[in-house]
């Protein structure tokens, strides 16, 4: 195959499978519909084909020559649990499930990643890894757990996300971290509820709630080191009072951000020290509890000079952007880069009306004009790090 038919690859059938899966939106591990489609393209591929690898995550493998060299490529699968507001004919045929996060567009390009390295020669192994619960920080793990770099033994692997807002195309990594690991806590205040129009009687724990939401919002200015990156941010509020009844209860429910396992213990720790210290001075009960969902996306120094390579073998420099600045969103495929080397780069999704809505929301689309650039990514790195 020549170059030019190289770069000219069917955007239609690209195209087509998109739509096909934005169509079909599945939620964590549920993914029947989503994964059967992948699966059967990649036989009518002719590329060898496991499923139900962590549940439902699929790996295609494909040999080439006579090397043992091998890379991982992996897209994840999972849609949101999101109403979809658009109107064009392939929204979401599921009501209150949709692909507002552009996991649809990522498995096409793996796809025609897939249809195009199969007519290409490379000596060592591609094995193109489509991954359950990704949103839910689940699916990279549970791929793990049932023997993905066992089964499947590659030298690397490799991780692709779009982002609204970059120009169409446009190719941004980083070495080092490039997302943030996500932790999620949960704050219950128990005080003593009654009557409203008695709180002299009470143990309010509205207002200690109040207290600690407002001393929270100081442990990233005053705990952390100016010089690193922390977001603290409470998304939940719940009690079990109503109009006239001060509440018994107050539940606080939120999402840290941060690079660093150092980084992510101190706010642990100062959550509750603040949360404790608040509690003890109003005479109110504290259940804490603190998890971490996601690890930081760190990528491999080596590895992101390939991806680098790669994106400038397809895109002019005005189109790459290294290094870019990490982002504070997470990935569990930064479970991944603990375990093998590896670099995680952004795509454009494009900028105002083409593509620049964000990520999870009701109006998000992944832009078809990029699928060939991410395609071509792919391709290109392959073909790199596996050259005859």
């Known amino acids: ?14 195209t087509s499978w998109r739509r096909t899966l934005h169509r079909c939106p599945e939620l964590g591990f549920a993914l029947g519909e989503t994964a059967g489609f992948i699966e059967k393209q990649l036989r009518s591929m002719g590329i060898e084909t496991h499923g139900g690898i962590g549940q439902s995550g699929v790996v295609g493998v494909l040999r080439k020559g006579s090397s043992d060299k091998a890379i991982g490529l992996r897209a994840d699968m999972d849609a949101l649990k999101i109403h979809e507001r658009n109107a064009f004919e392939y929204r979401s045929k599921t009501d209150g499930h949709m692909h507002a996060c552009g996991h649809d567009g990522h498995c096409a390009m793996l796809l025609g ?15 193109f890894i489509f991954q359950p619960n990704e949103e839910h920080g ?12 066992d089964r499947f033994p590659m030298d690397a692997v490799y991780a692709m996300h779009n982002i609204p807002g970059r120009p169409a195309g446009q190719i941004a990594l980083t070495p080092g971290p490039i997302m943030a690991g ?9 005080g003593r509820g009654g009557h409203a129009s008695q709180p002299h009687q009470l143990i309010d724990p509205v207002i200690i709630s109040a207290e600690i939401i407002l001393a929270m919002q100081t442990i990233a200015s005053r705990s952390i080191d100016p010089a690193e990156q922390a977001v603290v941010s409470i998304t939940e509020i719940e009690t079990d009072g109503t109009v006239n009844v001060v509440p018994s209860r107050v539940t606080l429910k939120g999402d840290c951000r941060s690079f660093k396992p150092e980084v992510s213990h101190i706010i642990e720790r100062r959550l509750h020290e603040l949360a404790s210290g608040i509690c003890q001075a109003h005479g109110a009960e504290l259940q804490f509890s603190y998890a971490r969902v996601f690890h930081a996306t760190v990528n491999h120094s080596e590895e992101t000079e390939h991806a680098l390579a790669a994106a400038r073998t397809i895109n002019a420099e005005k189109l790459i952007e290294y290094p870019c600045q990490p982002m504070t ?15 995680y780069v952004f795509i454009g999704n494009g900028t105002d009306s083409e593509g620049g809505c964000a990520l999870h929301n009701p109006h998000y689309d992944f832009n078809d004009d990029i699928l060939v650039t991410g395609m071509q990514f792919w391709t290109h790195l392959v073909q790199q790090q596996l050259s005859i």
């Open 138 to 149: 689940l699916g990279a793990e549970a791929m793990i757990a049932d023997g993905l770099f």
């Open 113 to 127: 990643a897939a249809d195009v390295l199969r007519k290409f020669d490379f000596d060592g192994t591609v094995y």
């Open 1 to 14: 195959m020549t170059n030019s038919e190289y770069n000219q690859p069917d955007i239609a059938t690209l």
């Open 182 to 190: 996500e932790d999620n806590f949960r704050v219950t205040i128990i």
């Open 329 to 343: 969103a997470s990935d569990d495929f930064g479970q991944m880069l603990l375990l093998k080397k590896g670099a």
